[in-house]
C-alpha cells in the first residue's frame, strides 16, 4: 500500500509560480515513477508531467517550458514547479503512482485569477 499527499495548492494570480508537493509512504519510493495529473470541472483528468527512478521526466505540451517536476528522495517527495500560470490551468492536481497498484492522492486545488 502506498499513500500519496499533494499540498501547495490554494488560489495564485495570473503569472505565478506555486510548487505542488506530492509526499509518499514506502520504503522503494526511489523507484517508484511518480505522475501528475490534473482535473478542471467538466474535463477529463490529464496527465501533466511524470518522472521515473531515474529521473527522466516527460510533460504534457500544454505546460512544456512552465512546469518543472523533480524528486528527493531523501525526501520521498516530488514536486511540480509550475511558472507562468494561466486560469486554464486552474484544476485540481492529483499525484499517482502505479507501482505495485493504483494510487492515487487525494488531490491538491490550484487556481488562477485575479
Known amino acids: 500500500q502506498v499513500q500519496l499527499v499533494e499540498s501547495g495548492g490554494g488560489l495564485v494570480q495570473p503569472g505565478g509560480s506555486p510548487r505542488l508537493s506530492c509526499a509518499a509512504s514506502?520504503?522503494?519510493?526511489?523507484?517508484?515513477?511518480i505522475t501528475w495529473y490534473r482535473q478542471a470541472p467538466g474535463n477529463q483528468r490529464e496527465l501533466v508531467a511524470g518522472?521515473?527512478?531515474?529521473?527522466?521526466?516527460n510533460y504534457a505540451d500544454s505546460v512544456k517550458g512552465r512546469f518543472t517536476i523533480s524528486r528527493d528522495n531523501a525526501k520521498r517527495t516530488v514536486y511540480l514547479q509550475m511558472n507562468s500560470l494561466k486560469p486554464e490551468d486552474t484544476a485540481v492536481y492529483y499525484c499517482?503512482?502505479?507501482?505495485?497498484?493504483?494510487?492515487w492522492g487525494q488531490g491538491t486545488q490550484v487556481t488562477v485569477s485575479s
Open positions: 514506502g520504503s522503494f519510493f526511489s523507484i517508484y515513477t
Open positions: 499517482r503512482t502505479q507501482f505495485g497498484g493504483n494510487y
Open positions: 518522472i521515473g527512478s531515474g529521473g527522466n521526466t
